[in-house]
């Protein structure tokens, strides 16, 4: 099953989204889950992972700006992105490590932030 990012679009810079994405299935507490990101022209970038138990890890054009986060209860991931910049435009994807496998890609969702 794809996973799916929502929650992208148009946003002027210094503006805020959230992103979310629902992991199907029942192993979710078992997963690292990480935020990526494909700007035009560039390869897709891993940008935000959370662990099981470890402390968020974000790469640094987006530390300070963007939080990751988890609800288990509900199977989902957000990425919170704040201060947002023209340079964040990009396809942004959301994935999972589950005990060693990798989760399947979906279409990812469009932010696009103006200047």
């Known amino acids: 099953v794809q996973l799916q990012a929502s929650g992208g679009g148009l946003v002027q810079a210094g503006g805020s989204l959230r992103l979310s994405c629902t992991v199907p299935?029942?192993?979710?507490?078992?997963?690292?889950v990480d935020w990526y990101r494909q700007a035009p022209g560039h390869q897709r970038e891993l940008i935000a992972r959370?662990?099981?138990?470890?402390?968020?890890e974000y790469t640094a054009f987006v530390k300070g700006r963007f939080t990751i986060s988890r609800d288990n209860a509900k199977n989902t991931m957000y990425l919170q992105m704040s201060s947002l910049k023209p340079e964040d435009t990009a396809v942004y994807y959301c994935n999972t490590i589950t005990l060693m496998s990798v989760g399947s890609w979906g279409q990812g969702t469009q932010v696009t932030v103006s200047s």
């Open positions: 959370m662990s099981r138990r470890g402390p968020p």
């Open positions: 299935g029942n192993t979710f507490t078992l997963s690292t």
